[in-house]
Every structure is written in structure tokens, then in C-alpha cells.
């Protein structure tokens, strides 16, 4: 192999191409790796500390989830806490810290709501999980009662499984793991200030082009957002998804509660209702977001709008796909509202009023700022076929390559996402998976 053929090369150094390549360093034995990304560091965009919620999505207190969604939610969760007993103490401090974490529901529609999930399948699944009311609510997280009308009901399941992660942290773990394994005489490469702009295959080999040359592989993974849909497109195949771009942005307050407080999510919106979290590197703030917008791009940095419509298809089916979804009354609620958050002065006075004041109703006004440069954008793939939203990550599959996209929870599923990869191209390059090892480091009970 010269210095430009890999057996592997990973593109994209968030959090789900760090765990690629985490996975595949630490417990096969392959030889040659490369990672490539487009900036200057790993982390700078959605998995970056500041794009995210930081909520280990553990499924108990995502009222938009199946049980069987939130089975796999518990199931990737659960990894990420066996990653994190791998960490030394002082960097499992700074990469996770474990916190609050409750949905509450307001007004009886909500409230009982929340009744009903309780009473469903959830509590096999958490049986930690407990439901409160007004007075259990005083005593939790008190701000969330405190200067509310007395006639109004609120009810909150709380969890037992509350985490927040700096993803951007855990991404950086990942990539110095599967630096370590150069001492075990692998090659693990990493490439920064580079971006890939053309993907072939021929004869079992793919060609990537780059802003620095072509490389080679016997395998592929994007991991590079939504921009993963336009590499398979490149290889033509595929034709049925889409993507529509949902932008998150944060307003801040000093610290005003004592965990994460969740909103109660209806089922078939796939992403999280506007949340009030802590913030792991600054202990002096509580966030409340993510809004959700409709930007005309596919990433915060550098993406353009050309890119953004060439990652639709250009066809009848697309347009009528992106009307049926954007027509759905509850998603279009959603849009409007927050198309209005995002307007000066008046949408800031929104945000307090419709979203803010319903979790901590004694809230002021003037206590509550925009935070610029804190959110990002998450890719919500359609698929054209159903008409409708997928709930989750996806997966598109070559014969040697994959292409993750990777929608909010996506930070929480990273290192499931990575395992599944590393299995899958083990396989195709008929590697050897060091399972005993995987056992003791990551294996669940
Ligand atoms: C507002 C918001 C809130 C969220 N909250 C949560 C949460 O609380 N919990 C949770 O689990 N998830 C959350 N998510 C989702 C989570 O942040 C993402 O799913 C996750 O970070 C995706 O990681 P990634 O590595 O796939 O993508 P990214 O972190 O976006 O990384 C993609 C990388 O690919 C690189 N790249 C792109 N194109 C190229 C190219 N052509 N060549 C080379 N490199 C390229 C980019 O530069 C980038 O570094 C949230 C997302 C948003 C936007």
C-alpha cells in the first residue's frame, strides 16, 4: 500500500466518525486507518460542547419515543456509561456528570398525558422512574412551581438515569483511545484542515478526492452530518430520502434550576421540545432550547445554500414528500412558533412568554438572554417513500461503505452507531474483532 491507500478511511471527525474510529483501533486488527475532516479539530460542529443539549438520552422522559425506541435509547446509553468507566477519574469529571432530569407537563392535556405514559410499558423498561405532582415538584425542583397559577396541574416523571455529557469531550476520548493503538504497530492517521469533494468506486476501490489530493480505500464511512446524504448520492443510489435542515438556537438565564426539565413531546415530531438544561462547562447558567428553525443550509460553518439543494432530488416526489411533512398541523405549529423566536426584539419576548414562563413561571424578563453562537443544526431525514420524518439516525449502505446521518439524539447513539460500523466492516474486510477484550471494556450485562 503506498501512503495514500488505506484499508480504512473515516470522513468526518464528530463524534460519530470518532467512534468509528475509536472502535475499529481499539478491538480489530486493522492495519491502516485514516480520519479526515474538513476544520481544523475534532468536535467543531454539532458535537462541539456549545451545539448541543448534552442530554444522554436515555429514553425514560422522551414522550415521542415507542418503547422499543426507547429500549435501544437505554441500550446506547448504557454504552456510553461502560465507555466512561474506561476514564481516568479526572476526565470522567469533566466528560459526564450526572444530574436531574425529569419531563413536566403542563395544563391537564399534558398532565395526563404524562398519567398515561406512566402507566404504560416504561416502568419495565425504568423502573427507577417516578411521577410527581405540585407538592413532589416543591421539593425537586421548586422553581417550576413557584408564582404558578394554583388552578393550573402539573405532573413530571423523573428519572433515575439523569446524565449531561460534553459530547465534544467524549469525541476527543475516542480519537486519543484509538491513537493509543499505535504502540500496537497500527497505523491511525488523522487529517485536519482537508475536505473530501468527490467519492468513486471502481473495481472495489473507492477514490476520494480532497481539498489535498486523492486517497484510496478498500472501505468508507461518512460521518460527515447531513452532508453524508450527498456522498451516497454521489454513488447513486439512495434516491428516496431527503433532508431538511432544523436549526437550534439557546436563550440563557442564570442558574434557575437544578437539573434538566424536559416539555412533553407529541409522538411523530422527531425532535425534542424547547428544554431547560444545566450547562457542564459553566455551573452559573441554565439553558433553555433548542428553538427549531428552517435554515436554508445543511451545517452552522461554511455549507451553502446550493448544497442544501442539492441534497434534495429535484423531483415531483420530493416536493410533494416536504409539503405532506411540512403540512402535518402540529409540525407546522412548531415551525410558526419558532420561525417568530427567531425575529428581534419580539421574538426573544415570545420565547419567555410561551416557553420559558411554562417551565419556571416566576421567571423575569430581563433575566433571560439570546446566546449567540451556542446551537447548530440538525439534519431531519425524510423519507420519500413514507412521507414522513424518521425518528433517529440512519444508516445508508454501499457494498464497501457506509453513510451515517445523524439527527439529534445522534451524540447519545455515537458509539452504538461506532460498534455497529466496526462489526460491519470487520466483516467486509474480513478483520478480526478482539471480543474478549470488547466484553470486558463494553460489554452490557
Ligand atoms: C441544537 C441541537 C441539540 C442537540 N442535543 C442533543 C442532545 O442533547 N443529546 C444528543 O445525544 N444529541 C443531541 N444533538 C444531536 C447531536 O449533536 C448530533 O447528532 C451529533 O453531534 C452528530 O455528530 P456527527 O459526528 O455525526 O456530526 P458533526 O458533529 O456535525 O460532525 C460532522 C463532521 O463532518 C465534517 N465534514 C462534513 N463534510 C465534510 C467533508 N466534505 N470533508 C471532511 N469532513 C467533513 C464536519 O466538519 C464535522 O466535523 C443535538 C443537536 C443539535 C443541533
Redesign the pocket.
Known sequence: MDNRDYELII???????AAVLYAVSAYTNVSKVLL????EDI?????NSK?????L?FGDVETNYSLKKAEEARGEARRVLRYMSLLDKNERERTIRACQKMVLGVGDEESEALERTYHSGIRRLFPGLQILYRDGLERVEPNTVKGRDKDESVTALLSDSGYMVD?ERLARSFVSKALDNKRRGKEVALMFN???VKLEEKHGVYRLTTTKGEFRAKFVVF???S?SLLFAKMLDFEKNLSIISVG?DYFISKKMLRGKVYRVQKGGIPFAAVHADPDIRNEKITRYG?TATIPLKLEKRGSTALDYIRSFNYDIKTLETITKVLGNEDILRILETNFVYGLPVVGKRWFFQNEVRKIIPSIKYEHLYYQRGM????PQIVDENTKSFFVGASKLYDHNAIF?I???????S?LESGIEDMKYIARALDLRINASKFDRELGLD
Open positions: 470522513v468526518g471527525g464528530g463524534i460519530t466518525g479526515i475532516e474538513k476544520y468536535a467543531t460542529l454539532n458535537s451545539s448541543n443539549s448534552q442530554t438520552h459530547f482537508t475536505r473530501v460521518a460527515t452530518g452532508y437550534g433548542p446551537g447548530g443544526i440538525r451515517n445523524t439527527p439529534s439524539p445522534g451524540a447519545s455515537a
